[in-house]
């Protein structure tokens, strides 16, 4: 590997964050955030999407782009590391800005479809961002930036909510896809602008397409096959074959990695014991905290209609006035993550956000009817999601060595997209449940919503389970080793 360093002259820079990584640090913040609050509005005009296409199938709106690029990822995340960070940064906030058009001027769900696919493209700027801080900001620095990076979820969560209740109940769905053409050609020109080439290269190599294609195939294919596997039968052969064929092409992908002179994702990072633990727990915790969305924007946002729909009705407005305090918390636990991080382990930060998130959302899942309830039980979970989020892209560091920096984040943010992706599809499985399909839409009853919150919030209690027997382990390894030197 080849790698260009200038940390000479960033080292003799002063102390703490000049006018110039400042300005760097929020361009890379707004690319990566984009993804959040673009998921934010997704979800809260899906439900006006819904009724408006009359369509049955939701959950592919917000489902595809996930799916797009979870399947890109890898290959984003190696064209980076050979030919250049920001180029690659560029060119899928190209295809993303591309996508959003589409998609805005829609006429029809599989047009929408269509310009939402391509969007997705634009889903490996997060790990990219990750790290492209290593390499353009100085050592001393590399840890705060990542915090930031990763706690400016917090202030897409403050004001997210209110920029999207705007755009949906002032110009309906159409202006919050309008948004995401805009804020696209904002990042778009922020980059090409204030961002500096990463001085970090790979030698060029060829790129593995086909351990690519099987990886990122096999992937979507799973996850498809989940999601129709109700409507089809869990034990029909469409079925079968997707989740079966998917599958099997992991493997496949496996197979060739281990042979290829060149591959895509080395093996031997994913075998090492802290990545592949730290890929399993982050990918559980981080996976079901945003998984979880899905249900909690149908909850409040589908129509109250008695016989039919149990969902409560809210405006995007009221809903973002009674999620502000969860905003502030998010934003909280991710400050307070950063801080806490010197203090305490990692994994114990990650173990604290996963229980809080179950313990949230397990208490939403049987008392959502009122607004206190929402706003108590939902205090709750958003501190727990803001430790989670800051929390994540630090593990990420420590697992690794720092020429594998990029890898290692795309391999995460592939990990948990396709986490993310399966758990969302089956949440909507468990809402179509308790569902009956009026006129072309499908309403939603409340044991359906219950079942859904309780889901996910099950997945993040075990992914906390999972980060407690990671920390213990690593205790009593260093134990050992303690003893033995004392011998």
């Known amino acids: ?84 960070k920001k180029r690659v940064m560029v060119v899928i906030t190209v295809l993303g800005l591309v996508g959003d058009l589409i998609a805005a001027l829609a006429a029809n769900y599989s047009m929408l479809l269509i310009g939402r696919g391509i969007a997705g493209c634009y889903g490996p700027i997060g790990a990219i961002a990750y790290s492209m801080v290593r390499d353009v900001f100085p050592r001393r620095l590399v840890g705060p930036a990542s915090g930031l990076l990763g706690g400016g979820v917090g202030l897409v969560a403050l004001g997210g909510p209110f920029l999207s209740a705007w755009l949906v109940d002032d110009f309906g769905f159409r202006g919050a896809l309008w948004f995401m053409a805009a804020a ?8 090409v602008l204030l961002v500096p080439e990463s001085p970090v290269r790979e030698e060029r190599t060829r790129i593995d397409w086909l351990g690519g294609l099987l990886l990122g195939g096999g992937l979507t294919a799973v996850v498809y096959g989940i999601g129709e596997g109700a409507d089809w039968g869990w034990t029909s052969a469409r079925t079968f074959v997707f989740v079966g064929g998917g599958l099997a092409a992991v493997a496949g992908f496996a197979a060739v990695e281990s042979r290829v002179p060149h591959p895509l994702i080395p093996l031997p990072l994913l075998r090492r014991r802290p990545v592949w633990t730290m890929l399993l727990t982050t990918s559980l915790v981080g996976g079901a905290a945003y998984a979880v969305g899905t249900v909690m924007f149908l909850l409040a946002l589908m129509p109250a209609i008695p016989g039919v729909s149990d969902g409560l009705g809210f405006s995007a407005t009221r809903n973002a006035l009674i999620n502000a305090p969860s905003s502030v918390l998010i934003l909280a636990g991710a400050v307070a993550a950063g801080i806490f991080v010197r203090r305490f382990d990692a994994w114990l930060l990650l173990a604290a956000g996963g229980l809080l998130l179950a313990g949230g959302y397990g208490l939403i899942s049987a008392h959502h009817q009122t607004v206190p309830q929402l706003m108590l039980f939902g205090a709750v979970a958003a501190v727990g999601m803001g430790l989670v989020v800051a929390t994540i892209p630090l593990l990420v560091i420590q697992a690794v060595h720092p020429a594998e920096q990029a890898l290692a984040n795309g391999a995460q943010s592939m990990a948990q997209g396709v986490t993310q992706s399966v758990l969302s599809q089956l949440a909507f499985v468990i809402l179509a449940r308790d569902s009956q399909v009026v006129h072309g839409t499908r309403f939603y009853r409340d044991a359906g919503y219950s079942h859904g919150l309780l889901f996910t919030a099950g997945v993040a209690a075990t992914g906390a389970v999972l980060a407690l027997m990671v920390r213990r382990r690593r205790v009593n390894q260093a134990t050992d080793c303690s003893r033995q030197y004392e011998r």
């Open 1 to 84: 590997m080849t790698v260009t360093t200038v940390s000479s002259q960033m080292e003799s820079e002063p102390a703490g964050f000049n006018a110039r990584y400042g300005v760097v640090l929020v361009v890379l913040m707004w690319a990566s955030q984009l993804l959040g609050l673009v998921g934010l509005l997704s979800g809260n005009i899906q439900a006006e999407i819904a009724t408006h296409f009359h369509t049955t199938r939701i959950s592919w709106f917000t489902l595809i782009t996930a799916l797009v690029g979870t399947f890109a990822t890898p290959f984003a995340v190696k064209a980076a590391a050979i030919h250049g």
């Open 184 to 191: 696209s050609a904002v990042s778009l020109a922020a980059l």
